[in-house]
């Protein structure tokens, strides 16, 4: 009979929780139950990653309690060389994010010059990522007085950024550029929900939070790269081939 020993969080109510369940043998388990809602702690140890998936999509507090909690055991998992691996992922998606906008802005110009442009790019987009953490650090101190766990919180950030994995989609299909810009704002209020996970605030002030750090890297993002602006906004106002592809 064994017990995980840590600290973890009830994905009902957010009480902290010595163990999620005792593992009799390796195909017989006793889920725990919370002290204070009386509450299986964490019905996800069950269910399949399809499951978890699906509900992360669906932006339940549930399953990113379970995610952000639960899922990552620190005494298994390096989480410095999981942070360093999350924001290079988050960088490579990023910058293939911005080569996409430039690349249908300009087709040809991006094959003549992919050197150059990719080096443009790369320098564009760890601008704009650092601009976005000093003025989420900021956005946070003000509207949710929040200056502790600074890595817990970026890290939280980089897992509900999950939606840029989408975006790899796009070497196989072809859609029109309105989706990155969807992706964008999926982005932003998956965001959000992992900070309220993490801070318990209010939800208005965890998008205020997150809607002024995203606004700011997109500013930055596009003194690099302002042909782009007018590629976004362009899509914005010319939606229709994305609902025809649905």
């Known amino acids: 009979e064994s017990a995980m020993a840590s600290e973890y969080r009830c994905v009902?109510?957010?009480?902290?929780?010595?163990?999620?369940?005792?593992q009799y043998t390796p195909r017989n388990i006793r889920l725990m139950k919370c002290g204070n809602c009386?509450?299986?702690?964490?019905?996800?140890?069950?269910?399949?990653?399809?499951?978890?998936?699906?509900?992360?999509i669906l932006h339940r507090p549930k399953v990113y309690?379970?995610?952000?909690?639960?899922?990552?055991?620190?005494?298994?998992?390096n989480i410095q060389h999981l942070l360093w691996k999350l924001v290079l992922g988050y960088l490579l998606l990023d910058s293939y994010r911005s080569l996409l906008l430039r690349r249908s802005d300009?087709?040809?110009?991006?094959s003549e010059n992919s050197v150059l442009i990719s080096v443009k790019v790369l320098i564009g987009v760890i601008s704009a990522n650092v601009a976005f953490i000093?003025?989420?650090?900021?956005?946070?101190?003000?509207?949710?007085?929040?200056?502790?766990?600074?890595?817990?919180?970026?890290?939280?950030?980089?897992?509900?950024?999950?939606f840029k994995i989408f975006l790899l989609a796009m070497l196989v299909w072809k859609f029109p550029i309105s989706v990155i810009f969807i992706i964008d704002i999926l982005v932003l209020t998956s965001n959000s929900m992992a900070?309220?996970?993490?801070?318990?605030?209010?939800?208005?002030?965890?998008?205020?939070?997150?809607?002024?750090?995203?606004?700011?890297?997109?500013?930055?993002?596009?003194?690099?790269?302002?042909?782009?602006?007018f590629t976004q906004f362009g899509s914005l106002l010319h939606p229709s081939p994305f609902f025809r592809i649905l």
């Open 195 to 229: 900070l309220k996970v993490m801070t318990e605030s209010t939800t208005s002030r965890c998008i205020a939070v997150c809607l002024v750090a995203h606004s700011v890297r997109f500013l930055v993002g596009h003194i690099f790269e302002p042909t782009t602006f």
């Open 65 to 77: 309690r379970h995610v952000l909690y639960n899922a990552i055991n620190p005494e298994i998992v």
């Open 134 to 162: 000093f003025s989420f650090a900021i956005a946070a101190k003000c509207l949710l007085n929040e200056v502790s766990r600074r890595r817990e919180i970026l890290l939280g950030i980089l897992i509900s950024s999950y």
């Open 106 to 110: 300009d087709e040809s110009r991006f």
């Open 38 to 56: 009386k509450e299986v702690a964490d019905e996800y140890i069950e269910c399949e990653r399809m499951i978890i998936f699906i509900d992360l």
């Open 12 to 22: 009902g109510c957010g009480f902290r929780v010595k163990s999620l369940f005792i």
